[in-house]
């Protein structure tokens, strides 16, 4: 996280804290399914579009769930899947390569014939990469928001081989090209227009606290508002400016919120929402408050790109932590399913219909 320059508050105490992570992952809808018409052409019952969806095994001790997770994930985003197989080349690092390992994975997601696939291959090239930071060690559980983040990193160091991630402009990098949120923060005082030096930072996963964005959710409804499911970039907004408070830089006694404004259009964009408390009754709240679209202009004060000013990003992805282990659902576009992914378990999301307990969202 450091390779990020100085990161929003937030994220640092999300790295210090192994803290209990969901991730959220939007995309374009024109990315989706090739437009919607491999959407319609699905068969119900059709083995070959689901064919593509396979479980990650998990044995006894392993506790991989966490990089399970991540990779379904990954591999069920059309845009990042599409452009790792159109990649020429990378600089390979042999057996600790996370770039080769991650690629293997997605090649037996495609050929091989099992139901379920083991990840060792990623977990060891994981292990071995942050060996001196003593973190994804093998049989140790570690956080999937950071395991995502940190894949994504080490798929920019192969492609491009410069630890300089701030301006990555390569073309050919997944990384920065589409997930790359490109922003700079700044205090500007309304009342006497003095502002702070603006502060430009790159950001893979924007972190929100789950405290503070059900107390906007709480604020809204206290003016009797309703919750609108297109008001959800607007409470994440709020909720991570929220206390972020300065005196003016010119001191004119005026105490002045922080601005942050993206100058990018990220194609994919990935939410970490950070549960502050380890006991937090907050998981009905902080459900009733996802909503499935998001806009950019909602998410930060400004938005200088024309085209993502417009845009508005659909939820295809989450990673969910519940009873100390991590499950997710991802959006399957060619036969428009959501599909719950549980290590070796896959199973098709039907609408209205329960889970069992031990695999509900927590
Ligand atoms: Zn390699
Ligand atoms: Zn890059
Ligand atoms: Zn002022």
Redesign the pocket.
Known sequence: MSSFGKPPPLSREVAGSNSLAWVKLFQKPGAVGGGGGLGKSYQPGSMLSLALTKGLLNEPGQNSCFLNSAVQVLWQLDIFRRSLRQLPG?????DA?I??AL?SIFSQFQQSQERALPSDSLRHALAETFKDEQRFQLGHMDDAAECFENILERIHL?IVSDTATEACTSKSCITHQKFAMILYEQFVCRSCGASSDPLPFTELVHYVSTTALCQQVDRVLGQNDRIRSDMFGELLQAANTIGDLRNCPSNCGQSIKIRRVLMNRPEIVTIGFVWDAEQSDLTEDVVRSLGPHLNLSGLFNRVTDENAKRSELHLVGMICFSSKHYSAFAYHSKSSKWIFFDDATVKEVIPGHQFSRSSHIK
């Open positions: 990378h600089f390979c690092l042999g390569c770039f080769c690629k192969h």
